[in-house]
């Protein structure tokens, strides 16, 4: 059916068309409209869920690691401070080995308060155990959100994940969306069936004591695994998903015109549709770029990016959060994971779009200038659109 | 033999609880009254430790260990799940914490999943302090006792301020039942704990559960301990239902023993002064006579 | 009588993915923490089941009506002792027994 919706609105939808159980959920801008949506929903009498108004972030994910090891299928949404809040709970989620999904909305961190488009609030959730997705576009927040819950509930990954969509880019961007049909999304995904539950009829304890010589660490080990089943299954997951339901979106590492570009621009999120736009503007022109959409931050698709690599000269990472101390986390990893190929292309990190700042064409076209200028030799962190003082 | 509580367990033996520990003692009656058809989630507290290392548990019901300020949180989590899958009848769901966990990190979730009225049975297990990580304060201490934290040395620092009245914090939240329960009165917690089971709703429970560790007291006096709380009126026995107040052991003006007596038992109280002794004395009287006239204004008889 | 529920897990293949118990306690044989031992004097006994009732171990079951002491769980704590209206249980270092 299709519909012109929200990002924020498509994730109510999709969390609907999932059939979540339990929706524990506590407000914050810009994700308020995905509670809203779902209140609607439900007050219309078209979802039936238990839509739980939590007292806080943190209690919405535990409410919802604990709903999932009931077994029910469980959504909840969040953003920036509300998400760094959630973060003890985050590692208790995959340690817990809940498939949980969550919607993020990518916003800035205070102080000062600033509520726009900046991706520092997922990116300081790198290690905790959770799959990553960004998304580019209102459609692919509403496949996405689909998609996740088939690669999560698989009982070889059992891992939650993240979606995140940048503050009011996507969140709050109308744009038509087709929502899958019923019946098919219920022949997709299944029911939800994990091994071990919260059973009065077979009582079992989750989340015991373990020493250091009994199996804290094969348990750490056997989250690592289940990352590495993620990875197949990702891309597994958007291929059937594009087969039955018409869309998918290029699996870990979403390439566009990449295949005799010199030069690769890296980025994830909303400024991608900026990114694709100037990229057609300079293929126009002659230019030899493309761009390369990080889909999917954990697991990292390391793989993908050495054989980008092998064909490209140069490879422009974008980064819309930093790590103070060292770099844009993108550009960090993106290197660490090229180190010790034959060849390795010249890669720059830039931090742009901070805050919420516009990522325009002027700013990108500036980049690609940038990374042309032969006097540069090294990898250097370059922050975008500075103001002069 | 006699049997005044059923015989059926819900625990087993091989648990990791210290030496004559109440908050054992706590669990197993508490269970006697609910039955197996109970899910119980625990936050850090001596409960952590004590149902024994992975792979192996002294519980006979399904458990989830939860980290430390999301009790409440969990609970509701657990009975929205259960009503999502249409197994929520018969089954009793509990929060199961100590003090610390109730009353200081814990009491936003617990404040949070009473308000939004889940059919969730919460119980504190008071053994008036953070007995895992060590015996530090907690708000739940009392006035006058040594901990970790509240070391008395030179300047006399006990805990200088009163414990934290949750019960009362609890009643605030016009749940439809909130009680005190004392392991020295098995019998009384298996009552509270059947009625729990049978009314629709979010229900509170503080269990006084003497630590032979933290209050320095040797191990055969447990219950005996927990029986003087109640019989100096420092740790009153009664219940909240619908708002009405009903004291469930009450204590005649002529049998109602001296602080000192209860003081004596315990190394905690060992260096308090007279001066404050009496202070105490005051005010436990007094919150006594206080405790007896909501049972007058606020009780069944009206 | 506890060895049936000792779990074996060699290697993590053998593991559940998340850390969920499947054996009981009893394999803990907690009566080894003892240091001072219960004993019942069946001829003070009245049966009144205080000792078992109040057990924090569950270590006093019932045999001809009589409560009998699990010293495989046993741990001493001495509670049965103190609250015995009879004095029918006296506490022995456990070493002297």
Known sequence: ??????????????????RAEVIPAYPITPQTKIVEKIADLIADGKFNTQFIKMESEHSAMAAAISASLVGARTFTATSSQGLLLMHEMLHWASGSRTPVVMVNINRAIAPPWNVWADQSDSIAQRDTGWIQFYCES?????????????????????????????????S??????????????????????PPYKLDVENPHSFGSLSMPHQWYMEFRYKIALAMEEARKKIVEVDREYGKIFGRS??????????????????AAGSMSSTIRVVVDELRENGAKVGFARLRVFRPFPAEEFRSLAAKVGTICVLDRSFCFGYEGAFFTEIKAALYGIDNPPLVRGYVIGIGGRDVTRNSLINIINDSNNPEIKGPVDTWVDLKRC | ?????????????????????????????????????????????????????????????????????????????????????????GTTVVGWAGDGGTADIGIQALSGAVERGHDVKYVCYDNEAYMNTGIQRSSA?????????TPVGSTKAWKQTPKKNIVEIMVAHEIPYTCTASVAYPEDIIRKAVKMKEIEGPCYMQILAPCPTGWKYPPEKTIEIARLATETCIFPIYEVTDGKYKINKRIRDDK???????????????????????QIQSSVDAEWELLKKKEKCFGEEI | MSDEHEIKITCYDDLQPAPVTMGKSLV???????????????????KCGFCWKFCPDMSIYEVDEYPVIDYDYCKGCGICANECPFDAITMLEEDLE
């Not at chain 1, 059992?158 to 009011?168: N, T, V």
């Not at chain 2, 201490?141 to 934290?149: D, F």
């Not at chain 2, 602080?259 to 004596?264: G, S, V």
């Not at chain 3, 003892?34 to 001829?43: G, S, V």
């Open chain 2, 1 to 89: 033999m006699k049997h005044t509580i059923p015989q059926e367990e819900y625990m087993e033996r091989g648990h990791m609880a210290c030496l004559g520990c109440g908050g054992a003692h706590a669990m197993r009656y508490l269970l006697k009254g609910l039955g197996e058809k109970t899910i119980i989630a625990l936050p850090a507290c001596c409960w952590a430790v004590i149902p024994g290392v992975y792979p192996y548990s002294c519980m006979d019901i399904p458990l989830q260990y939860v980290a430390f300020e999301v009790t409440g949180a969990a609970i509701s989590g657990i009975e929205a799940a259960l009503k999502a899958k249409g197994k929520k009848d």
């Open chain 1, 1 to 18: 059916m299709k519909m012109v919706l929200s990002g924020n609105e498509a994730a109510a939808y999709a969390s609907m068309i999932a």
């Open chain 2, 141 to 149: 201490t009392p006035r006058g006792a040594w901990t970790t934290t």
């Open chain 1, 172 to 193: 709050h961007t109308s744009e038509p969306v087709d929502m899958p049909d019923q019946d098919a999304v219920d022949t997709f995904l299944g029911k939800f069936d």
């Open chain 3, 28 to 46: 803990f044989k907690t009566g080894s923490w003892r240091t001072m031992k219960p004993k019942i004097d069946l001829e003070k006994c009245k």
């Open chain 2, 256 to 278: 109602k023993k001296n602080i000192i007596d209860y003081f004596r038992t315990q190394g905690r109280f060992r260096k308090l002064d007279e001066t404050t002794i009496q």
């Open chain 1, 138 to 170: 209102c459609q692919e927040v509403m496949d996405t959100t689909i998609q996740l819950y088939k690669i999560c509930e698989d009982n070889d990954v059992l891992l939650p994940a993240m979606l995140s969509e940048d503050a009011f880019y996507l």
């Open chain 1, 249 to 266: 979106y290029g699996g870990m590492l979403d390439l566009y015109r990449c295949d005799d570009a010199d030069i690769v621009l890296v």
